[in-house]
Structure formats: C-alpha cells, structure tokens
C-alpha cells in the first residue's frame, strides 16, 4: 500500500500565506488594545512574529504530515479531532519558543511579561489554527 499524498509545496506555500495573512489581520487590532500598544507598532512585531511562524508553519507542518502518513497511513484532510488538538498545541508551543525573544527584545519586556503576552498570542492563534486548518483541509481536500 502506497503512502497516503502529501501536500505540494504550491499547496503547502498558499496554506502558509493565508494562515499568517489572515492571522496577522484578526490578531493584531485585538493585541493592540489589550497591550496598550500603538496599532502600528504591533502590527509590526506580529508581522515579524509571523514570518517566524510562518517559516515554523511549513516546518512543522510537514513533518508532522510526514510523521501522520508514515505512522496512521492517513492524509492530513483525515486528521481526527483529537489529533488535530494535539497539531494545534505542538505548533503554538512552537511558535512560543520561538517568538518569546522578539516580544522581548521589541517591547523592552522582561521574560515574564513577555511569556504572558506569548501565552495571550498562542491561546488565540491555537483557536484560529484549529478553525484554520479544519476550514482548509475542507477546502482544499487532498487527493489521492
């Protein structure tokens, strides 16, 4: 039995590229408010943070792709719920690690503050990865 398909790098590049757009535009005024920030400043650093998500994303995404055909024999657009939870904290984890010492270093944050306002980000992209990616494997089905 041949391994279930993966995404193309065209498919995986346009799933990129409408999760960070589209994150960055229903983030980035609610961030702005509760930190206090000025609109423009913040879109600035989530601009920079999802570049490094975004990098993160096809990283991660395909190997955890990888790792679910090789393991489940499975397709990314069959993903059952509770795996699709566990996607969605790995990546926000993820993103966490990397993306604390921008916050830090463009707030002037110490690393408490910084990790709070990290955690604040990552709990509100975790529902929007979840939602994301539920919404593009529905539109966008692999085939086989």
């Known amino acids: 039995m041949n391994a279930p398909a993966l995404r193309s790098p065209r498919d995986r590049l346009r799933q990129v590229v409408l999760f960070e757009a589209s994150g960055l535009l229903l983030i980035a005024p609610p961030f702005a408010w509760a930190s206090g ?3 423009s400043s913040s879109i600035g650093m989530l601009a920079v ?3 490094i998500a975004a990098l993160w994303n096809a990283a991660f995404n395909t190997g955890f792709d990888y790792c679910e055909a090789r393991l489940a ?3 990314a657009d069959q ?3 509770g795996l ?4 969605a904290l790995a ?3 993820g993103v ?3 993306t604390l010492p921008v916050i830090m270093l463009w707030t002037g944050l110490n690393w408490q503050a910084a990790l709070a306002a990290d ?3 990552a709990l509100a992209y975790v529902v929007y990865a979840f939602f994301f990616h539920l919404a593009y494997d529905r539109c966008f089905p692999l085939h086989r």
Request: aromatic residues 4%; glycine residues 8%; charged residues 30%.
């Open 37 to 39: 920030e000025a609109l």
């Open 49 to 51: 943070l999802s570049l």
């Open 73 to 75: 024999r499975r397709r």
């Open 79 to 81: 993903r059952p719920l």
């Open 84 to 87: 699709r939870v566990l996607h």
């Open 91 to 93: 990546f926000e984890g």
């Open 96 to 98: 966490i690690v990397l």
């Open 119 to 121: 955690i604040g980000l």
